[in-house]
């Protein structure tokens, strides 16, 4: 069983940045992929960035591309995701999430999820 806790998420104001972090509880992270989605208020939940367990290849979507980064600790079983140039609509909860699995991961159906953090950008 593994446990993802989220930290690092508030109020900041447009232009500003953030650094979310995700600690790892209970099994050794390293066959996993590590993922962020965020969901906004009404909408569904949506894929942000993704990352292996090398480092080696990361997925943005094209609202984040540029301005968030995903990199992860695999000696301190972290992920995180630094988020530069915030704009209102990235006000999200944003959660962690990792799979075995890149494509499950991917779309939405990781096996392990954290509880969400609130991150809220004001213009």
């Known amino acids: 069983q593994v446990q993802l806790v989220e930290s690092g998420g508030g109020l900041v104001q447009a232009g500003g940045s953030l650094r979310l972090s995700c600690a790892a509880y209970?099994?050794?992270?390293?066959?996993?992929?590590m993922g962020w989605f965020r969901q906004a208020p009404g909408k569904e939940r949506m894929f942000v960035a993704a990352?292996?367990?090398?480092?080696?290849?990361?997925y943005d979507t094209d609202s984040v591309k540029g301005r968030f980064t995903i990199s992860r600790d695999n000696a301190k079983n972290t992920v995180s995701l630094q988020m530069n140039s915030l704009k209102p609509e990235d006000t999200a909860v944003y959660y962690c999430?990792?799979?075995?699995?890149?494509?499950?991961?991917?779309?939405?159906?990781?096996?392990?999820w954290g509880q969400g953090i609130q991150v809220t950008v004001s213009s």
């Open positions: 999430a990792a799979d075995e699995n890149f494509n499950l991961l991917r779309s939405g159906g990781a096996e392990y």
């Open positions: 990352i292996t367990w090398n480092g080696g290849r990361t």
């Open positions: 209970g099994r050794n992270l390293n066959i996993y992929y």
